[in-house]
């Protein structure tokens, strides 16, 4: 989210914006009541649909002073399942958005009117790095199969504030028709470009700005956007219209656009960071002139990371940061002496040291890939939201981000891999692509010697390997739980992947703050019931930790493409001694499904009156096209089958009796 802070001094300029808040609610309210919308019992374009929006509308009205989004919807209930439609969330960030002016209302089938009486509540969605995201909760009355429920509210962004912003047509219900309307900024003291970009609109559907400066759209029949497993982020595949504004006048040419942003961000981070002199002195307290080079950069790598990350913290009260008394931070020396900063400078921070160090260093300015696949083409500088330093090692390069807690030296956090980003130096136009790790680097490790009792259950030591970014996101999620809760968050990890009622209780006290080592579980695990008899003999499944394959892909069609997060591995090993006396009739063959950047291999060896059962799933790709979804879910099928086949035993003459 790009912010412009236009100050009060503009409130002069700004008393010319006639179209107030007030002004532009009377524009949006409550629509007449409509014979055939209540008499509509489907939507032929929705077949089945619970419910669909027959009209949405949005105006924006970008003043800078009282600057204001005002939004109304209109939903058909068609299905039971549809009345869960009458509960509300409306998203706003707390601090500089708000929501205000809720209005709504229920139309029973019959036209009878139900006014929304009651008062809408705060409820916290999410929060991070220094962001708090609420939602106004609010559920209307009376709905019923056949209703219409209306609503209507403003969104107010901070005063003198300016944000970009978006159309989002896509919903999870088709919409019949809607129409959106946004009155740009005018600037008296400071001039601002508003551009604007778009993504699937339907056919017909395009913005256009008339004589009085207003962006007008309306758009139809828009299909309802539907939500799979594996697919990449929702904001990169709805159909959308993105407005960005820009200080000053915009740049038409797309190297021009970017080698304008470069040299500026190139400009602000070596102010930030030319504090050499200091950086030399802190580097001679980190490493050893004698050391190598590699030694050296995870030495500064590491003493960076032990720096206190204000990113990461709990958000403070204004009372708290007051008592505090931290000051923001100019430069890299500010940062080293007072020992904090937030995510960003603590990047900008190794950046300083390695290159004092003598290393060939440059920061780069990229695009999470969380919420949107960046592409200049779009120049949308706003998009290139996190910084990663590169380091030029014995003629390769190295992308690394110390700013990111728990992140392993030579890793990247998952959604700053595979992204493209800009270098950033004197020519102000060097685009690079970091890299994206091998399956391999990131693993989940399974090895166990476990004992079959005579009554088939199965019990012994378990110990999991958590690597790479396995081992990274379970320390950045637990890391401000108490051991109590991080040994059940462990322990609940392993019976979840078993499939079937199992323990496994916590032995050891795994290491939770380094970025470097794995994070090691033992257990002590106890499967009940693990062998299930057939006649005389006894089966025994021949994999245990397959929970995570049951369910994936199953569906015969797909809309969407498949993304991973990050490639990743895992890995079972796990020896199963029997009872005595025990004989093993048959096992079943190995298997090799080799889909190049999917493969699973699973095996089952006997020897000396124990079974060793090894398994392990490489997931080495991170976008699939939508058209080999049919291979990919063979292969997952194919896995399923695996996973199911039994070891079949002779028990001794005690249990065949029994």
């Not at 778009?198 to 309306?218: C, S, T």
């Not at 970091?434 to 259950?457: C, Q, W, Y």
């Not at 190995?590 to 699973?600: H, R, T, W």
Request: hydrophobic residues 35%; glycine residues 8%.
């Amino acid at each position: 989210m790009t912010v412009f802070r236009l100050g009060k001094w503009l409130a002069v300029g700004l008393a010319i914006c006639t179209w107030t808040a007030q002004e532009a609610k009377a524009g949006i309210g409550f629509q007449p009541v409509s014979p055939d919308e209540l008499q509509l019992k489907s939507e032929p374009q929705a077949p089945g649909a619970p419910a669909i929006v027959l009209f949405r509308q949005v105006d924006r009205d970008d003043n800078g002073r009282t600057s204001h989004e005002d939004n109304y919807f209109r939903i058909k209930i068609l299905t039971e399942e549809g009345r869960k439609y009458g509960n509300v969330e409306v998203p706003f960030l707390k601090g500089i958005q708000n929501v205000i002016g809720v209005r709504a209302r229920t139309i029973r089938p019959d036209g009878s009117i139900v006014e929304f009486a009651g008062q809408a509540f705060d409820k916290e969605l999410v929060k991070g790095r220094g962001l708090k995201y609420l939602a106004k909760t609010f559920t209307l009355p009376d709905v019923q199969v056949g209703s219409i429920i209306e609503y209507y509210y403003t969104t107010d962004l901070g005063e003198y504030m300016l944000f970009d912003s978006h159309w989002i047509l896509s919903d999870e219900l088709f919409t019949k028709k809607a129409r959106f309307s946004l009155k740009p900024y005018t600037g008296t003291y400071r001039t601002f470009t508003l551009r604007w970009s778009w993504h699937g609109l339907p056919p017909g559907a395009e913005p256009k700005q008339g004589p009085d400066r207003i962006v007008r759209m309306e758009a139809g029949n828009i299909p309802a956007f539907l939500l799979e497993d594996y697919m990449p982020p929702p904001n990169e595949l709805k159909s959308r219209v993105d407005f960005i504004y820009e200080e000053g006048f915009a740049e038409k040419d797309e190297d021009s656009y970017w080698r304008k942003i470069g040299k500026r961000r190139n400009g602000e981070l070596e102010s930030f960071i030319g504090k050499r002199k200091a950086m030399e002195q802190a580097v001679a307290q980190i490493v050893s002139p004698s050391g190598s080079q590699d030694v050296k950069l995870r030495k500064i790598y590491d003493r960076v990371q032990q720096i206190r990350n204000t990113s990461y913290e709990l958000q403070k009260t204004a009372q708290e940061e007051k008592r505090a008394k931290e000051k923001p931070l100019d430069n890299v020396e500010e940062v080293w002496k007072k020992g904090y900063g937030n995510s960003f400078q603590l990047t900008w921070l190794y950046l300083a040291l390695v290159r004092a160090a003598g290393f060939e260093a440059y920061g780069c300015w990229v695009s999470d890939r969380r919420e949107y696949f960046f592409s200049k083409v779009t120049m949308q500088s706003a998009k290139l939201d996190t910084n990663v330093v590169l380091v030029k090692l014995n003629g390769k390069d190295l992308y690394l981000d110390p700013g990111v807690p728990f992140t392993p030296f030579g890793l990247l956090p998952w959604s700053e891999t595979a992204v493209a980003g800009l270098r950033l130096d004197n020519d102000g136009e060097t685009w690079i692509k970091t890299t994206l790790p091998e399956a391999s680097e990131s693993k989940i490790e399974r090895v166990g010697n476990l004992k079959l009792s005579d009554s088939g259950d199965l019990e012994g030591k378990l110990t999991v390997t958590y690597t790479g970014l396995e081992a990274m996101y379970h320390r950045m999620n637990e890391r401000r739980a108490d051991e109590v809760a991080r040994k059940k968050f462990l322990e609940e990890r392993v019976t979840a992947q078993i499939g079937v009622p199992a323990e496994a209780e916590l032995t050891n006290k795994p290491d939770w703050t380094s970025s470097e080592t794995p994070l090691v579980a033992e257990y002590i695990l106890k499967i009940p019931g693990w062998a299930s008899n057939a006649g005389k003999r006894v089966l025994l499944p021949a994999a245990i930790f397959t929970a995570g394959e049951k369910g994936v892909f199953e569906h015969a069609n797909r809309v969407q493409p498949i993304y991973f997060d990050y490639p990743y591995q895992k890995a079972d090993d796990i020896t199963v001694e029997l009872p005595a006396g025990w004989q093993v009739s048959s096992v079943p063959p190995a298997q090799d499904l080799n889909g190049k950047v999917v493969v699973y291999n699973a095996k089952v060896e006997q020897s000396h009156g124990s079974l060793r059962l090894t398994r392990k799933l490489t997931i080495d790709v991170l976008l699939v096209d939508q058209k080999y979804y049919p291979a990919l879910r063979n292969f997952f099928q194919a896995v399923r089958t695996s996973d199911g086949v039994q070891i079949v035993v002779q028990p001794g003459e005690i249990h065949a009796s029994n």
